[in-house]
């Protein structure tokens, strides 16, 4: 039985790759995700901010005028709340290049062209075999189009693109007006994979302290809906990689997104609440489903059930929205 896939160039032994969680914070996180049957593994991501505070010391401009108002102060994080600095974190890949025989993909998290980039080079030569690039920006700007949106994602690709050699993906939300034609964009700006799709964390207000928090709330397979669909579209249509994230807990939610035409599938919540032995488990019940349905390889059933392979494509697009509705009792 051949369960290996390639995603980004990179020929994996499995489609089961662990997405940027505080479980890749340490060596020895890594080390438990390998052992547990990771054919790669996302590393936590590096923000914009973390290095704009070592290198440009920003603390002082987040901090000034901030005594004029008290609540000022707790706008943003400590430093000490980041989970790593630039430099440990080049260090931290260099480590794990040195002691672990799976590839590691580095994340860069940012959401403006700037010198905090170079970073991206620093990864490659650091040994990543590939960057995943998250650009989480949510724009308030009322007179800003969805077109300039589009336009700073791409400035952001278009940069990283040409600081580094390894491939690069894109880990995107699904909230542009036309995603298949931003997905497509992207892939020609030269992302190598797209990763479908970024969880945007909604803040919370307190009712006692009457203050806006942040939380995480894990999510639940509900959540693999939104990015089988559009992985299933965009399945043969774009000359990518396809990453599937956000809701995939078990076998089924993994063997569902093969289907539809991901790459590779990546965990994050499942993990954090199972711990890194649930890659086993769920390698282990892929082994046991494919042999049950005379499966031999991940390539067979790649894409099987992709807008392009179904049946009825509408399935996929308004029809499965008025069936949806039709249907219930």
């Not at 949106?149 to 542009?176: C, G, N, T, W």
């Amino acid at each position: 039985m051949d369960l290996s896939t390639t995603y980004l160039g990179l020929k994996l032994k499995n489609p089961l790759v662990p997405s940027a969680s505080p479980l890749s914070h340490t060596l020895d996180g890594m080390k438990a995700l390998e052992d547990a049957g990771a054919s790669a593994i996302v590393m936590y991501s590096l923000f914009e901010e973390q290095i704009a505070h070592e290198v440009a010391e920003i603390d002082f401009y987040l901090s000034y005028g901030s005594e004029s108002f008290a609540e000022s102060l707790t706008y943003f994080p400590g430093t000490t709340e980041y989970n790593l600095g630039p430099d440990e974190y080049i260090e931290l890949i260099r480590r794990a290049k040195a002691s672990l025989d799976i590839p590691i993909i580095a994340s860069l998290n940012g959401i403006t062209v700037g010198g905090w980039m170079k970073y991206a080079s620093k990864m490659e030569q650091a040994g990543a075999d590939a960057l995943e690039l998250n650009v989480y920006y949510i724009p308030t700007d009322p007179f800003l189009t969805s077109a300039d949106v589009e336009d700073r994602y791409a400035e952001i690709l278009h940069a990283v693109r040409q600081s580094v050699s390894i491939p690069i993906a894109m880990k995107l939300s699904p909230y542009f007006s036309s995603f298949a034609h931003v997905a497509q964009r992207f892939v020609a700006a030269g992302a190598n994979g797209l990763v479908l799709f970024n969880r945007f964390y909604q803040p919370d207000i307190d009712l006692h302290t009457l203050d806006v928090r942040p939380g995480v709330t894990l999510s639940s397979s509900f959540a693999m809906r939104l990015p089988m669909r559009w992985i299933a579209i965009l399945h043969g249509q774009v000359k990518a990689s396809l990453a599937a994230t956000s809701g995939i807990h078990n076998v089924e939610d993994v063997l569902k997104m093969l289907m539809a035409g991901a790459d590779v599938t990546m965990m994050c919540s499942a993990l954090l609440k199972n711990g890194p032995a649930h890659l086993g488990k769920v390698l282990s019940d892929l082994e046991r489903w494919m042999l049950e349905h005379e499966y031999v390889s991940i390539t067979q059933m790649k894409g099987s059930m992709s807008q392009r392979s179904v049946a009825d494509p509408s399935a996929f697009e308004r029809a499965n929205y008025m069936k949806a509705l039709n249907s219930f009792k």
